[in-house]
Each structure stands twice: as structure tokens, then as C-alpha cells.
């Protein structure tokens, strides 16, 4: 079945240290999002890419950064300087660039502070 | 700019009971697009409907049902005669055809008790 698969499903990180969740769909969509869930809000967008080799910051991108070199493939990396990193992160795709297509969302991520 | 708002942060019934989840925008385009995601305890957003600007027919689905007034800038959800599985954490999103990204609420936790 078509889909979007995030992994690892919990991941841990040290203090100074860079982790990178991974972000793969099947469905040929062009467009891939990133987003941060804290508990008692909603959503908020991370980064963006529209096409491939190709992305844009959202509204919380310090401490972040993406590539998009591959169609299927949208990895997030959290590194050093981002000073909370602890929350559920999802990933989403939907299909070309119209305003009007629903997002299809990846199980999620939770991270971690040890 | 663009904003949603929902009120109610949680929301608690007893099975059968009929419960409306209410959605409040804001936005400046003329064209733009309203969504409602269901999120289940599993984690993944699970797209529910889409509604643009220009059409504001009621819609029923099964035991679901949205109201769209531009009048009020509402977009709410009525889940009719509730069970045990509709308990999730429910999302109204905003999407302008201006702009770049999806907007969300801060989502309602929807508990039905048996």
C-alpha cells in the first residue's frame, strides 16, 4: 500500500549531539513537509519542499535543517542548536503544488532529551 | 494572516451523545481551503474533509457532518450519535491560496465514554 513511513518511531538524543529522522513515501507526491507537535498545540511547519533539491523554512526552522535530493526521501536532521527538541514530529506529502490538496501524514517521531 | 482557532480544548461525552467540535478562521484571501484531521492515539493525522472557499454546502458523511457559514468564518464538525472510536485529538486547518503552508489549530481532545 501507498504511504508515508517515518522511522525511528522514538529516538533519543544527547546533549550536543545531531540526530536525523527519516521521512519516505511511496505515493509520487511532489510536495513533503515537516512539522513539530508540542502537547496542547497544534501543528507548526518546520520546513517545506515543493520539489526535488528544492525547500523552503517554515515558521520554526532555526535549529533544523533538510535536503531533498530524491523524490521519496525528505530527512529531517535536528541538530546541536536546537535547545528543546523534545516533541512529536510528523511528516507529510500531498500531491503537487495546488493549495487546495490534503496532506497525507507518516506515523511520527517522539524525541527525546537523555 | 492567516489564524484558526479552536476554543475547546478538550471536549468529554458519554457514547451516543451527538458532539460539535467548533473551527473559527481568519484569513484575508477570497480563495482559500478548510480541512478537519482526525489524529487517534496511534499518532498519524487522518485527512477527514476538505472544503474551499466558494462552496458552502453543508456535508454529511455517515455519522459526521461540517458546517461552513463565511458569514461567521466557522468550519465546524458534528460527530452524531458519538462511540468509543471516535476518541482522538481533531484538527481544523486553514489553507489560503496565497500562501505556502497548511495552518492548524491547536486541536480538540475528543473523549467518548462508554
Known amino acids: 500500500d501507498g504511504g508515508i513511513t517515518q522511522s525511528p518511531k522514538y529516538l533519543f538524543r544527547k546533549e550536543g549531539q545531531n540526530v536525523t529522522l527519516s521521512c519516505e513515501q511511496n505515493?509520487?507526491?511532489?510536495?513533503m513537509y515537516w512539522y513539530r507537535q508540542d502537547p496542547g498545540q497544534g501543528l507548526r511547519l518546520i520546513y517545506y519542499?515543493?520539489?526535488?533539491?528544492?525547500?523552503q523554512k517554515g515558521d520554526i526552522a532555526e535549529g533544523y535543517s533538510v535536503s531533498r535530493e530524491k523524490k521519496e526521501s525528505f530527512p529531517l536532521t535536528v541538530t546541536s542548536a536546537q535547545k528543546n527538541p523534545t516533541a512529536f514530529y510528523l511528516c507529510?506529502?500531498?500531491?503537487?503544488?495546488?493549495?487546495?490538496?490534503?496532506?497525507?501524514f507518516g506515523d511520527g517521531t517522539r524525541l527525546s532529551i537523555l | 494572516a492567516q489564524k484558526v482557532t479552536q476554543a475547546q480544548t478538550e471536549i468529554s461525552v458519554v457514547e451516543k451523545e451527538d458532539v460539535t467540535l467548533d473551527c473559527v478562521y481568519e484569513?484575508?484571501?477570497?480563495?482559500?481551503?478548510l480541512f478537519w484531521y482526525k489524529q487517534p492515539p496511534s499518532g498519524e493525522l487522518v485527512f477527514l474533509i476538505r472544503?474551499?472557499?466558494?462552496?458552502?454546502q453543508n456535508e454529511i458523511s455517515g455519522r459526521y457532518s461540517w458546517n461552513f457559514q463565511k458569514s461567521t468564518s466557522s468550519f465546524n464538525f458534528t460527530i452524531t450519535a458519538s462511540q468509543v472510536v471516535d476518541s482522538a485529538v481533531y484538527f481544523c486547518?486553514?489553507?489560503?491560496?496565497?500562501?505556502?503552508?497548511?495552518?492548524f489549530g491547536q486541536g480538540t481532545r475528543l473523549t467518548i465514554n462508554p
Open positions: 472544503r474551499n472557499s466558494f462552496d458552502e
Open positions: 507529510a506529502s500531498s500531491r503537487g503544488q495546488s493549495k487546495d490538496q490534503p496532506q497525507h
Open positions: 519542499s515543493q520539489i526535488v533539491n528544492d525547500f
Open positions: 505515493l509520487n507526491h511532489d510536495a
Open positions: 486547518a486553514l489553507s489560503e491560496w496565497g500562501a505556502q503552508k497548511l495552518v
Open positions: 484569513t484575508r484571501d477570497t480563495t482559500y481551503y
